[in-house]
């Protein structure tokens, strides 16, 4: 079992910043990724971005550029800076593991954008 548990979300207007923190406990040592993924209202959910156990990423188009996915140094945190944030950027960022095949989510943290 994995847990995972996000902070950081919030109102911003927009151009502006937010950093998003995941944080996992369980069996930590055998998560292959970790990524965000975000559900507009509306909207299915939709991969954010992602990275791997040997630190290769992957961002969706529509945040390339903007967003920043890296690892805390002991390995169980990853975070999610957003910069030059947009009104469609406005939605519940879902942390996720991948452990053994099987996915694991935090609760969500709603990011929105608007003046």
């Known amino acids: 079992q994995v847990q995972l548990v996000e902070s950081g979300g919030g109102l911003v207007q927009p151009g502006g910043s937010l950093r998003l923190s995941c944080a996992a406990s369980?069996?930590?040592?055998?998560?292959?990724?970790m990524g965000w993924y975000r559900q507009a209202p509306g909207k299915q959910r939709e991969l954010v971005a992602r990275i791997t156990s040997g630190a290769g990423t992957y961002y969706a188009d529509s945040v390339k550029g903007r967003f920043t996915i890296s690892r805390g140094d002991a390995k169980n945190t990853v975070y999610l800076q957003m910069n030059s944030l947009k009104p469609e950027d406005t939605a519940v960022y879902y942390c996720n593991a991948l452990n053994y095949g099987i996915n694991y989510w935090g609760e969500g943290s709603l990011v929105t954008v608007s003046s």
């Open positions: 369980g069996r930590i040592f055998s998560i292959s990724s």
